[in-house]
């Protein structure tokens, strides 16, 4: 069974730190694309930063210089740091494990920034 479990979610205040981690299980996620996306209410789920299995990244333009996304294969985990946390950062985050047809998502956690 294929999970991925979202941790380190929480409030902060503006200009303030966190760092989600995304452990894998059931997959041999080194092959893996991993990404991070968000979703506000009322807004669509947007991707927030990609990294591929070698380890090229890509950043929404909002969050780029500001959050940074790594993975350890060994651990089989993504992790998103994100720095100077602005309000309009506040959404549940949620991870996601792409490969071929593969598609996996995680439950996702909650990130509140408040002003």
């Known amino acids: 069974q294929v999970q991925l479990v979202e941790s380190g979610g929480g409030l902060v205040q503006a200009g303030g730190s966190l760092r989600l981690s995304c452990a894998a299980s059931?997959?041999?996620?080194?092959?893996?694309?991993m990404g991070w996306y968000r979703q506000a209410p009322g807004k669509q789920r947007e991707l927030v930063a990609k990294?591929?299995?070698?380890?090229?990244?890509n950043y929404l333009d909002s969050v780029k210089d500001r959050f940074t996304i790594s993975r350890d294969n060994v651990k089989k985990t993504v992790y998103l740091q994100m720095n100077n946390l602005k309000p309009e950062d506040s959404a549940v985050y949620y991870c996601n494990a792409v490969w071929r047809y593969a598609d996996y998502w995680g439950q996702g956690t909650q990130v509140t920034v408040s002003s």
């Open positions: 990294i591929t299995f070698d380890g090229t990244t």
């Open positions: 059931g997959i041999n996620s080194r092959f893996y694309a």
